[in-house]
């Protein structure tokens, strides 16, 4: 039997260099907004960006988010519960999809004392997307 000394790095060179074939389309990407209402008869406050991401990281966050980050996980897998609830299938995914997402907002907003606990959560998706010259956001 002959063994060739490169057959190794041949089937470990897909999992260290990426393929992005995986994208089917490049499409708008989900945002989650929030806003509470502190009665069911009185209108919801302001639209607040849920988790909005921050405009400037130092060397040393940068770092240490590329070890530790279950925050920026957790907001990955929001995203993903969002795209799938824009392209429900069935009634009992997006059902799903909306409770993982009202549930996982509210936990996030008791956590860290950001409402009221008799106030009412409402949330919203946004769809954000590069258009035009320069790849502005709209």
């Not at 470990?12 to 393929?19: E, K, N, R, T, Y």
């Not at 929030?34 to 009185?42: E, G, M, N, R, V």
């Not at 795209?83 to 995914?93: D, I, N, P, Q, Y």
């Amino acid at each position: 039997m002959r063994v060739f000394p490169f057959t190794g790095l041949r089937l470990l060179l897909p999992a260290i260099v990426p393929s992005w074939r995986f994208f089917d389309a490049v499409t708008a990407s989900p945002r989650l907004d929030y806003a509470l209402a502190p009665a069911s008869d009185t209108p919801a406050g302001p639209w607040r960006e849920f988790r909005p991401r921050p405009a400037v990281l130092t060397p040393a966050t940068m770092l240490r988010r590329l070890l530790w980050n279950p925050q920026w996980n957790e907001s990955l897998h929001l995203v993903s519960l969002a795209e799938r609830l824009l392209g429900a299938a069935s009634a009992e995914t997006a059902a799903h999809s909306q409770r993982e997402l009202l549930l996982r907002v509210a936990r996030d907003l008791d956590r860290n004392g950001g409402c009221a606990h008799d106030a009412l959560l409402q949330i919203r998706l946004r769809l954000v997307s590069r258009v035009g010259p320069g790849d502005a956001i709209a």
